[in-house]
């Protein structure tokens, strides 16, 4: 019983050490690792190389498909290419289960220690995670050579032994073991290494082992799949691709197993060795024979999960991938995609509100007004999907785009309620009493809500580029809008003082207006704030004056 504990407890152990080797890795190099991904799927063959490398350090095929996923999500890449990546993130962790299989035992307690002074040393900053992942490495080796001294133990004891004797193979059951366990463990790295350590050590069968290993693999894709069960049509389409080709490729493998043994086993003596080249084996064969079928299978997986129409669902969060929070790094990027989104829809109503106050469309106000409850969902979506993202992992340039977010939502949350307010105001003050502005005071108005979308578009641009030169002209439209609407509130008084009848029964309304809509401006330049301070650009009670001609520095520069 103490055996059986002690080989449980070294495969907790080695489960452990590979979440924190991956966990660890896409902290420190998330973003890097998605710009690779990002721009290397420009053909199948790049793409599947970039797979195999980004894999290779993040030890989880799982995890670069949940990044994959996310560019198909968001647009960045087409759903052929995203399959691509995956087959070569499948070469990629088979490489690793043939490097972990090496006696590397001997770096375990170097691996420990130092990660454990770089991480007690410095927890918050890139070199505390990176003894983190080293941590993480030092505890697999340690697990795996527990693993091979509990099996080792437990196979010289006379039951085992004859229970070992009277197992025969069956693969169908070995291939859903080892789907359940790769599940299970969140991770098909860790139980290949399981399975090729036991095998080594005499605890089960080759055979029953790669049955264990097919299993394992197709475990890894179904865990994907089960991962973006709740995203976006569009993020699941990949992992269920993926998930298709290791289906397939198992049924192909299972009569090959006997021929592996057969032929291969003369010419590797080392039964671990044995294993984890049969599961690399088996990721080539895949790789090779779907590499030019990844827009067949694309087409065959859309047709089973077609788009639906995003124009119908305008206030449903589109970008907000529930299987991106394990990467904070990505999370972040969903999240102010999804801010962008919110921002859409208060343009939409922006650009109405005009067509209201022209052409007294009370429908149109009726819509209009409805689409700020969708502003507020998408406000509500946000913020709840940022509070699930651990603070704690993210570096100080995510931290800060977080706040950046949190804030640009509030704006826009806020734009929308002073919009619904405005055309409840028009709808009651100049719609149902059947009054109209001054030919001078609509035009007006047309100038300062021109200029209004004109700010929110560059506002988006600031909060997505993070420009300090635009981030610097979005607040000084703050002054010269401030400006307009005094010298516009002094020209309506003159109006009155000429006593034009229009502009005497809209005077109140008005006034209001051109108020309202200096306050959406000031929400509009509120987005500049953050950029700006984080370049250092913003003196304690004014902007700091520094001349376009001199070139701002860029906030990467800033924040170096």
């Not at 691509?84 to 043939?98: E, F, P, W, Y």
Request: hydrophobic share 50%.
């Amino acid at each position: 019983m103490k055996h059986l504990l002690n080989l449980l407890a070294a495969i907790a152990l080695l489960v452990w050490g590979t979440h924190l080797v991956r966990t660890g890795i896409l902290r420190v190099f998330g973003t890097n690792l998605r710009n690779v991904l990002a721009h290397s799927a420009a053909n199948r063959w790049t793409a599947a190389i970039s797979g195999l490398g980004v894999t290779a350090l993040v030890q989880s095929s799982t995890a670069t498909a949940l990044i994959v996923s996310s560019f198909v999500g968001q647009g960045l890449a087409s759903l052929p290419l995203a399959l691509a990546v995956m087959l070569g993130a499948d070469v990629g962790t088979s490489l690793m289960a043939v490097v972990f299989s090496f006696d590397l035992s001997w770096l375990s307690p170097l691996f420990i220690f130092v990660g454990v002074v770089l991480f007690l040393s410095r927890q918050t900053n890139p070199v505390g995670r990176i003894g983190r992942i080293l941590i993480g490495l030092g505890l697999m080796l340690l697990a795996l050579r527990l693993v091979a001294a509990s099996t080792e133990i437990m196979t010289q004891s006379p039951a085992v032994k004859a229970l070992l004797g009277s197992i025969t193979s069956e693969l169908l059951l070995e291939i859903t073991v080892g789907a359940f366990l790769s599940v299970v463990a969140y991770s098909s790295l860790a139980i290949v290494l399981l399975t090729a350590t036991m095998a080594a050590s005499g605890l089960i069968p080759l055979e029953p082992a790669l049955g264990l290993v097919l299993g394992a693999n197709l475990g890894s894709g179904l865990l994907a799949v089960l991962t973006t069960a709740k995203s976006a049509v569009e993020v699941r389409q990949v992992p269920l691709g993926n998930f298709v080709f290791k289906a397939v490729g198992v049924v192909i493998a299972i009569p090959l197993v006997g021929l592996w043994l057969r032929y291969a086993r003369p010419y590797v003596q080392d039964r671990a060795t044995v294993v984890v080249l049969f599961h690399l084996s088996f990721n080539l064969m895949v790789a090779v024979l779907f590499i030019g079928l990844t827009s067949f299978v694309a087409r065959v997986v859309t047709q089973w999960l077609p788009k639906p129409d995003k124009t119908l669902v305008a206030g449903r969060p589109h970008h907000l991938d529930p299987s991106a929070l394990a990467t904070p790094s990505l999370a972040i990027s969903c999240a102010a995609r999804e801010a962008l989104h919110q921002a859409d829809v208060v343009e939409t109503m922006m650009v109405g509100m005009l067509t209201v106050i022209k052409n007294n469309d009370l429908a149109l106000a009726q819509k209009l007004r409805q689409l700020d409850d969708d502003v507020d969902e998408l406000y509500s979506a946000i913020k709840y999907y940022l509070t699930k993202i651990s603070r704690e992992a993210l570096g100080e340039e995510e931290s800060r785009r977080w706040t950046d977010i949190i804030s640009f939502t509030i704006n826009m949350e806020q734009i929308g309620d002073i919009i619904e307010r405005i055309l409840i105001d028009i709808e009651d003050k100049k719609i149902k009493k059947g009054r109209s502005f001054s030919a001078a005071g609509m035009a007006e108005i047309c100038e300062l809500h021109a200029r209004l979308i004109d700010n929110l578009r560059l506002g988006m641009s600031v909060f997505l580029n993070g420009s300090v030169r635009d981030a610097q002209k979005l607040l000084e439209e703050k002054a010269r809008f401030r400006d307009l609407e005094r010298a516009y509130a002094s020209t309506h008084l003159t109006r009155l003082s000429g006593n034009t009848m229009q502009s005497i029964e809209t005077s109140s309304l008005h006034i209001d207006l051109i108020s309202d809509l200096k306050r959406i401006n000031s929400h509009i330049c509120s987005i500049a704030y953050p950029i700006l301070d984080s370049a250092g650009a913003l003196a304690p009670n004014r902007l700091r004056q520094q001349s376009l001609s001199e070139g701002p520095p860029s906030v990467s520069q800033a924040r170096s």
